[in-house]
């Protein structure tokens, strides 16, 4: 079966700092980009960072120099390194998979894990 | 890095054909067929229905078809059904940003 299952989210104050980790399974992980795309309430999606399978990375304009993407090929894992946390953070965060033929169309989906930035 | 724009929300009727687009710019929808569309339910994770403009997943009703023309793309759906009730979202590459999304549009089955 197909998978990604996200974990570390949780309440975190300002200025703070959040690791979070995403399992994969049941694909070829080696051979995807991997995004983390979040979702406030009630919002829109917001496409945050990719990592693509030789490791080069990409971020959004407002997460850039306080994110961090990550992948771990020993592990089927991908991570994100949060620091400098602002209230404008707070959101689902998900984990995504692309093959790079499908141009960033992300075929696959974890369920999310909750990122709360509050004092 | 500014949103694609969409309409807020549209509406149809069981049976009826309904399409949402996606406008952009020069350096996004215009500038490659790299659009996607998702489908996400309340409370749901999002689902992909289209990519690179007009392409479906496996799996995905050929009932949903997408299309571009210079700066906007669109997603048709026909037959529409009940269960096609959602939130969609398109997306497009843009060059140093990999992905933007648009602002999504909320479908109404009457």
């Known amino acids: 079966e197909v998978q990604l299952v996200e974990s570390g989210g949780g309440l975190v104050q300002p200025g703070g700092s959040l690791r979070l980790s995403c399992a994969a399974s049941g694909f070829s992980f080696s051979s995807y980009d991997m995004h983390w795309v979040r979702q406030a309430a009630g919002k829109n999606l917001e496409w945050v960072s990719v990592i693509d399978p030789r490791g080069d990375t990409f971020y959004r304009d407002s997460v850039k120099g306080r994110f961090a993407i990550s992948r771990e090929s020993a592990t089927n894992s991908l991570f994100l390194q949060m620091t400098g946390l602002r209230s404008e953070d707070t959101a689902v965060y998900y984990c995504?998979?692309?093959?790079?033929?499908?141009?960033?169309?992300?075929?696959?989906w974890g369920q999310g894990t909750t990122v709360t930035v509050s004092s | 890095q500014s949103a694609l724009t969409q309409p807020r929300s549209v509406s149809g009727s069981p049976g009826q054909s309904v399409t949402i687009s996606c406008t952009g710019t020069s350096s996004d929808v215009g500038a490659y067929n790299y659009v996607s569309w998702y489908q996400q339910h309340s409370g749901k994770v999002p689902k992909l229905m289209i990519y690179?403009?007009?392409k479906r997943p496996s799996g995905v009703p050929d009932r949903f078809s997408g299309s571009k023309s210079g700066y906007t793309a669109s997603l048709t759906i026909s037959g529409l059904q009940a269960e096609d009730e959602a939130d969609y979202y398109c997306?497009?590459?843009?060059?140093?940003?990999?992905?933007?999304f648009g602002g999504g549009t909320k479908l109404t089955v009457l």
């Open positions: 997306s497009s590459h843009a060059g140093l940003t990999p992905v933007i």
């Open positions: 995504t998979a692309s093959l790079p033929a499908s141009h960033y169309g992300m075929d696959v």
């Open positions: 690179d403009v007009s």
